[in-house]
């Protein structure tokens, strides 16, 4: 049995929803979406390289480290006590406290020093410190936000992280004029945020049917703005931290169906995920990230630009 207690001011019809979509996985689903994650960081290569870092953290606080195998610059925190964000290293911008699964759009996508990316939901910033330094702060980087609220957390993070070829707009996603002039774009969207319920009740508090609609016709917004804005022959990796279906394989089924896209296959080696819900189009090119994966739930499509 479900110890719904644990899950907040969450509706039955969650719980009934993804009974449905589950099936025999839903216990399992519902066990892992509560359990407390091993916290991660992501080192600043701008700044340190991962063994510099690694040595500074387990000599200065006694913190014991583990290399995220997919990765290459990140690391699992195993003993910590205190505040991963609460440390000099942290504040001179040397490491970004990120899950390990929030990293995997940038790793997808791999931008390459010089080029022209778009990251068409940038605050707070986690991806696209990230992006700056898989670009290797070489050519250029529009970090668009819609929240004026958010965007001061987002300048704040780019200055700590030292990237000096970001420039931040503030404004709607969905209205960014101009023609197609990216080689890579990144649209990790505004979504319903299920994979968040462990840290936050605010996810709890706002689901609904009715959110999860608003939020699709948003998405589609943002997706069909950043192909819009891509090159033939550019990369666009769509992300959310949900698992609702009409935000992620339907979105990527109606992109499919109605702008110039082709789906691409992600692959990330040595990630241990599964592929899309059956039943779409897209099923067996994208990835998902659940919660017995022990990583805060994901799901990342790729799909290619064309004429």
Request: aromatic share 10%.
């Amino acid at each position: 049995m479900i110890d719904r207690e644990k899950f907040g001011p969450l509706p039955d019809e969650f719980f009934q929803r993804y009974e449905e979509l589950l099936g025999n996985k839903a216990d399992k689903f519902f066990e892992y979406l509560v359990k407390p994650l091993r916290p991660s960081i992501r080192v600043n290569t701008l700044k340190i390289s991962p063994d510099e870092l690694r040595e500074k953290l387990e000599k200065h606080y006694g913190w014991k480290l583990e290399e995220v195998k997919w990765v290459g610059y990140a690391y699992y925190l195993e003993n910590i006590i205190q505040n991963p964000g609460a440390t000099l290293e942290h504040a001179a911008g040397l490491y970004y406290v990120q899950e390990t699964s929030s990293m995997i759009p940038v790793i997808v996508l791999d931008p390459k020093p010089g080029e022209l990316v778009l990251d068409i939901a940038a605050a707070p910033g986690s991806k696209t410190t990230q992006l700056c330094q898989e670009m290797e702060n070489m050519g250029g980087i529009l970090a668009n936000e819609a929240s004026r609220g958010r965007i001061a957390i987002l300048y704040n993070n780019l200055k700590r992280f030292g990237a000096v070829n970001v420039r931040v707009r503030l404004g709607d996603g969905r209205r960014i004029p101009g023609e197609a002039i990216f080689d890579r774009s990144l649209v990790d969207v505004p979504c319903s945020s299920e994979a968040t319920i462990s840290k936050t009740w605010l996810t709890a508090k706002r689901w609904s049917p009715g959110f999860i609609h608003h939020l699709s016709k948003l998405q589609k917004g943002l997706l069909r703005s950043a192909i819009k804005l891509t090159k033939p022959g550019g990369t666009i990796v769509y992300s959310t931290c949900t698992f609702e279906p009409e935000e992620n394989e339907m979105v990527i089924d109606w992109a499919l169906e109605n702008l110039p896209v082709e789906l691409e296959k992600v692959k990330v080696k040595a990630l241990e995920a599964d592929r899309g819900l059956p039943g779409f189009q897209c099923s067996d090119e994208v990835l998902r990230i659940w919660p017995w994966h022990e990583m805060e739930g994901f799901f990342i499509a790729k799909l290619v630009r064309v004429e």
